[in-house]
């Protein structure tokens, strides 16, 4: 699809409903593409894999997550790597969707310390996971087990990872055709679920419940 450089939060959430999301090419790029890849990467809900040595960890009790306590800072980390598609029209743009209630994020904490967390957007049963990241060994994937919770305990049914990758296979993530994902969006896009934008609410992690 052809870059653009001018568009508004609006926009961006109606790209979402879509099927289609925003990329930069780079941070240093000053326009941001719209993507529909063939392949598309979700997690399903309740069936998320909990490794024996991150279940440890879940155990602990020494770790625990907030929501929305610091989005900004959460979406630097994101954006702080050598390869990045996170640029500054997409870091305003995202803000702008936390304002408005629509883009969230996660953040895990070893006591005072962050260690990991995620952001996206959620719009009616759908959350469309941007990006996440790790400053310590699993603190990404104890974001992806904190946002799998809150998810379900919201009764959300769609969380869109985009692409497919090993790290969110070995979380039980899969990889589905875009007509399948398209019918799964439809279907879910205009239910009535809010997420719980509480800010700096901090609760325990916990591994989800198997079926």
């Given at each position: 699809?052809?870059?653009?450089?001018d568009?508004s939060?609006?926009?961006?959430l109606?790209?979402?409903?879509?099927?289609?999301?925003?990329?930069?090419?780079?941070?240093?790029?000053?326009?941001?593409?719209?993507?529909?890849?063939?392949?598309?990467?979700?997690?399903?809900?309740?069936?998320?894999?909990?490794?024996?040595?991150?279940?440890?960890?879940?155990?602990?009790?020494k770790?625990?997550?907030?929501?929305?306590?610091?989005?900004?800072?959460?979406?630097?980390?994101?954006?702080n790597?050598?390869?990045?598609?996170?640029?500054n029209?997409?870091?305003?743009?995202?803000?702008?969707?936390?304002?408005?209630?629509?883009?969230?994020?996660?953040?895990?904490?070893?006591?005072?310390?962050?260690?990991?967390?995620?952001?996206?957007?959620?719009?009616?049963?759908?959350f469309?996971?941007?990006?996440?990241?790790?400053?310590?060994?699993?603190?990404?994937?104890?974001?992806?087990?904190?946002?799998?919770?809150?998810?379900?305990?919201?009764?959300?049914?769609?969380?869109?990872?985009?692409?497919?990758?090993?790290?969110?296979?070995?979380?039980?993530?899969?990889?589905?055709?875009?007509?399948?994902?398209?019918k799964?969006?439809k279907?879910?896009i205009?239910?009535?679920?809010?997420f719980?934008?509480?800010?700096n609410?901090?609760?325990?992690?916990?591994?989800?419940?198997?079926?």
């Open positions: 699809m052809k870059d653009i450089v568009f939060s609006r926009d961006l109606l790209g979402y409903t879509l099927g289609i999301f925003p990329m930069a090419h780079s941070a240093d790029e000053d326009s941001v593409m719209w993507v529909s890849p063939k392949r598309r990467g979700i997690i399903p809900l309740d069936n998320l894999h909990i490794s024996k040595s991150l279940r440890r960890k879940l155990n602990s009790k770790y625990h997550s907030t929501f929305n306590k610091d989005f900004s800072k959460v979406v630097s980390h994101c954006r790597r050598k390869e990045t598609w996170i640029n029209i997409l870091v305003d743009k995202y803000i702008e969707l936390h304002k408005k209630k629509f883009a969230h994020s996660v953040e895990i904490w070893l006591g005072k310390e962050l260690v990991g967390g995620l952001f996206g957007v959620s719009i009616g049963a759908c469309f996971g941007e990006s996440m990241f790790s400053l310590k060994n699993d603190g990404s994937k104890l974001a992806l087990v904190s946002i799998t919770n809150r998810l379900k305990s919201c009764g959300h049914k769609l969380f869109d990872t985009q692409f497919f990758t090993p790290h969110l296979g070995s979380m039980g993530g899969i990889e589905i055709s875009k007509i399948k994902y398209e799964i969006l279907t879910n205009k239910k009535n679920i809010e719980q934008h509480t800010d609410e901090e609760e325990f992690l916990f591994a989800p419940k198997k079926n």
